[in-house]
């Protein structure tokens, strides 16, 4: 009797231990395989010192394959990682926002020439990357307006560079 109560402890807290020792699924490479593929060619795109000429379907497969995703991962590795895919669609969207207006700066003819006017939809990346802004003076109205320098766009697509190493870190070492 004495044995039976010593074995139940003992098979009692060899479970109560080592429930807490169960470890997480980790990252299913096979579920993540298309983002990560279009996350490369994302890369090879930056590389190749043409980014703006990316796409757009490549960034909304991406998009779409993360939101799609985000409610199918089953640790928190896969849940980061998603997020990690979906950070990098908006540092991209970011990077084509000031390519698409860097392409239109010929509309105004007071921008000079290597900067990019602010718009106000502009004002949010400008904040978000800490990009530094130069005021101007439209002397015709009297009004104050502000621009980046079109080199602003390597800080954006440092970051998604950035970004997309930290992805290849938890794919492969998760």
């Given at each position: 009797m ?13 479970l ?28 090879a ?118 970004q ?11």
């Amino acid at each position: 009797m004495k044995q039976e109560g010593i074995v139940i402890l003992l098979v009692s807290a060899v479970l109560f231990f080592s429930s807490g020792c169960v470890s997480e699924p980790g990252i299913d490479k096979g579920k993540l395989s298309e983002l990560n593929r279009t996350a490369q060619e994302l890369k090879a795109a930056i590389a190749s010192g043409k980014p703006c000429d990316m796409q757009d379907s490549m960034l909304q497969g991406l998009d779409s394959g993360a939101a799609a995703l985000k409610n199918k991962a089953v640790s928190k590795e896969e849940h980061d990682l998603i997020a990690a895919y979906s950070n990098l669609v908006t540092t991209y969207r970011d990077g084509l926002l000031l390519c698409r207006l860097q392409n239109n700066l010929s509309e105004f003819q007071f921008v000079p020439k290597g900067r990019i006017y602010v718009f106000q939809e502009l004002d949010p990346v400008v904040e978000k990357y800490g990009l530094p802004t130069e005021r101007h003076l439209y002397k015709p109205t009297g009004q104050y307006w502000r621009s980046i320098s079109a080199d602003s766009i390597k800080v954006i697509w440092e970051s998604a560079q950035s970004q997309i190493k930290n992805i290849e870190i938890m794919i492969n070492y998760k």
